[in-house]
């Protein structure tokens, strides 16, 4: 059979992975951490790793699943998206084409891992070929903003990620602007819910570095809280109006948060999901 290979981009907010992984870990046949080799950001910055974090790492390995992918990410010649494209497809190679190729964030926790897991199963039969037959699957991200006193803001609609694909041609980000097969399924994005220093910190050395404003992005984030959440809207850091509006859960950490959230509200309806999955392979179909 083949294999589910998740693979990990490890940069200046690895800490996340301490959530992260444990939502992946049991259902993954291997696990792949990339981290600059001179500990670069796609930037050039330079950010540190303790020691403690790879101890961390072989105590959480009890499989022997964890492969740790040190090469030089960061090419002064290019773009920040150009080196996070680079840096997926070298990554993607590591992990095997012919598998499941996952990739996700230190910061996105991963949903019922195991139901995802059944769903690619049903689909295996797209890497006997996998260049020939390329296609992406994206369930659905829960982007938590801002932590405030008693709880978490949150987006309150969903957004798509590609999170999984069977070939890594990747054009921006993870995206290979091939078919998209949706899966019903939901993704929390520790996105922007960070202190107002790791908020600069990732504004300044992520892909999208060049499109943002990030001083008006910060003092928006920080003047809404859970009292006038519902007064303020717009809130995407690309194209605003995307996030129209916040909502609040109680709870501080990951498993209050994923407790108290009505899951099934915030989850696209079955049938949201068949009609863009239709349009997708109506479109393919006949492209």
Not at 108 to 124: G, H, V
Not at 249 to 273: A, C, H, Q, R, W
Request: charged share 30%; hydrophobic share 35%.
């Amino acid at each position: 059979m083949k294999k589910i290979q998740v693979g990990f981009l490890v940069s200046y907010d690895y800490s996340y992975l301490k959530t992260a992984l444990p939502q992946v870990y049991k259902e993954s046949d291997s696990i792949f951490l990339a981290i600059d080799k001179e500990r670069k950001t796609w930037k050039g910055e330079s950010f540190i790793i303790e020691d403690e974090f790879f101890q961390w790492i072989k105590s959480v390995d009890v499989d022997s699943k964890i492969q740790i992918i040190e090469e030089n990410f960061y090419c002064p010649e290019l773009s920040s998206m150009e080196c996070e494209v680079r840096e997926r497809k070298i990554l993607s190679e590591k992990m095997g084409i012919g598998n499941w190729l996952i990739q996700l964030d230190c910061d996105e926790y991963f949903l019922e891992f195991k139901k995802f897991i059944a769903f690619l199963r049903t689909k295996d039969h797209f890497l006997d070929n996998p260049k020939k037959n390329q296609i992406q699957i994206s369930p659905y991200l829960v982007n938590l903003y801002k932590r405030v006193d008693t709880g978490m803001l949150y987006v309150e609609k969903t957004s798509k990620v590609i999170v999984a694909t069977n070939y890594p041609s990747y054009k921006i980000g993870r995206r290979t602007r091939k078919r998209v097969i949706y899966y019903k399924g939901l993704v929390l994005h520790e996105c922007i819910s960070r202190s107002k220093e790791e908020l600069e910190m990732k504004f300044s050395n992520w892909g999208h570095d060049f499109e943002i404003n990030k001083k008006a992005l910060i003092e928006k984030w920080e003047s809404v809280n859970e009292h006038n959440y519902k007064t303020i809207f717009d809130f995407y850091y690309l194209e605003p109006e995307r996030w129209k509006r916040l909502a609040f859960v109680k709870g501080s950490t990951f498993e209050e948060i994923k407790e108290n959230l009505d899951l099934e509200k915030i989850m696209p309806s079955s049938f949201f999901i068949w009609k863009k999955n239709f349009g997708q392979w109506f479109k393919d179909f006949f492209v």
